[in-house]
């Protein structure tokens, strides 16, 4: 019995999942189905084409971000075999792939399902993956653990009669705290986390969402008690099936009957759909055990002698609610996990913390239950895989979606751009710069915000402009976004920049903060107040010169610059 299986993580995934899939792919080359009937099927489980023909992404669910030694080991094994030797943490706690053939996807299912991982409803029209705070268990702001909240949810809407035919996706997550860490305020339904007169809770928040047109979740409740939640879920995803645009995908999220019917009157069409729900005597969710597994006894190493260990500790450690153990946060590469570093992570699970990680949402990985005395030895440890960064949280360790790289919808290289920014800074005395270390910077790669440019502190989203008979590639600054406990924020949109400036002028613009920010007043304070004329005179010739020939390629190509037009999958 391997080490996740003996620690009981939950198990996702169904074989007969895989068998339906491969029914239907089967029937698709037989030319039995047609090609947009067997597109919305495989979206559903998971399979998603990209730019590139005759290749697909791979996007496997992880509810909670929870992953264990076997699970890290099931997605090396993909990665290797089917994929580029590594694969991508999203912003919703998934794991994909990439460049994957369509004739190896159930292989790669195969794989998967024997660690209990799916990636049924990942993409499509479905209930997608339910996220939570990373430190739900260990936090020490949060009043209870999450997860197994969590968890019922995940398996009460897995395969659930209408999570498979909604207008459009569905997004649930569930904060522990009142800092809504989970961003709880932009999604279709977010729970937050809630104790009144002893009796544990949620402050229900509904409707919310980013993409072109982003939209602050309306409170339905300001607690509800822990036996009501499936009912009041249940009561959302039927409006949501019932009264979601059919005819019109772009205007089909949830958010868009919450416009229609205005606050008063979705709740009030809540109410009605809750009634019928209380009527029918649904059942209370059924809780699943939280994850307590013992913690690994201390691993004894001398204090490392790197200077970079200290800075790593100061920026990776968090303390836990729980006396003597700390969790460790690991900063992935533009959210990306080689299959070396996959097992090797997988590994050092049987040593330290309690044999379990859970991905972010930030696109990291975080690994709790560490005593703190392993420390010294688990830096060790990380940086022989290349995991002990430094500037986790930082303007450096940008969030981005995979943008032009393999979207058909992304305009520009979000990825090349974070990368880029994170390198200027790299060339800079970040250490005399406050803004720096607690900015939060997003990348999307055209205005559908799957890189959350909207709730960022400096957020870009790229598109184009023409110069003459040319076009060049740009982006977007958003400024001044965020979530917090008043709910979400949403960057205004103040200048376009030529893609090739942006990291000098995010430089600039992190210099304005330590020039000019009032006392005590942190980045996200700052970037929300600063008038717009301020930026343009600071950004300079960066906004007035023309642009040179150089400019004329994106970061990261080689070639010219090309507005790619092909339909993207997510509202298919």
Partial sequence: MTDALARNLPRFSNPKDIDDFVEMLEAFERGEIGPDQFRMFRLLRGVYGQRQENTQMIRVKLPFGLA?????????????????????????QNMQ????????????????????????EACGNSVRNVTACELAEVCKDAPFDVTPHAEAIVRHFLGHPLA???????????????????????HDLGLIAKIKDGQTGFRVVAAGGLSTTPQDAIVLHEFIASAELGRVAEAILRIFHTMGNRDNKHRARLKYVLRKLKPAGFIAKYNEFRAAIDAEAMSELKLGTPPNFPPHAPVQASEPSSPGYLKWAASSVVDQNQEGYISVYVRLELGDMTS?????????????????????????IVVPWV???????????????DLARLDIHTAKDATSCPGAETCNLAVTGSRALASAIGARLEREDTGAMGAFKKTIVKVSGCPN?????????????????????????????HLGGGVDESGARFGRQVVKIFARRVPEATVRLLALY???????????????????????????????????????????????????????????
């Avoid at 792939?97 to 049924?120: N, Q, S, Y």
């Fill in 164 to 186: 498979s035919s909604l207008p459009r996706k569905f997004k649930i997550a569930f904060s522990g705290c009142t800092h809504d860490c989970a961003k709880a305020a932009i």
């Fill in 371 to 385: 005593d703190r005395r392993s420390l010294p030895a688990l830096f060790s440890a990380l940086s022989s895989l």
């Fill in 514 to 572: 330590d020039q000019d920010k009032k006392v005590d007043e942190i980045p996200t304070q700052f970037f929300a107040r600063l008038d717009a004329k301020r930026v343009q005179e600071v950004l300079g010739t960066l906004l007035t010169d023309p642009p040179t020939p150089e400019e004329l390629l994106d970061l990261g190509e080689d070639k010219g610059f090309i507005v790619h037009t092909g339909d993207g999958e997510c509202a298919a």
């Fill in 449 to 477: 915000s799957c890189g959350q440019h909207h709730i960022a502190d400096l957020g870009y989203h790229g598109g184009a402009k023409r110069v003459g008979d040319k076009a060049y590639p740009i982006y977007q600054l």
């Fill in 97 to 120: 792939f990439h460049f994957v053939p369509l004739a190896e996807t159930e292989a790669a299912m195969r794989r998967l399902d024997e660690a209990g991982m799916t990636t049924k």
């Fill in 340 to 364: 070396t570093q996959m097992r090797g992570l997988g590994a050092l699970l049987v040593r330290f913390g309690n044999g379990t990680v859970r991905f972010t949402i930030d696109q990291n």
């Fill in 68 to 92: 264990g030694k076997e699970q890290l080991e099931a997605m090396a094994d993909v990665a290797d075999t089917h994929s580029r030797g590594f694969g991508h943490v999203t912003t919703r």
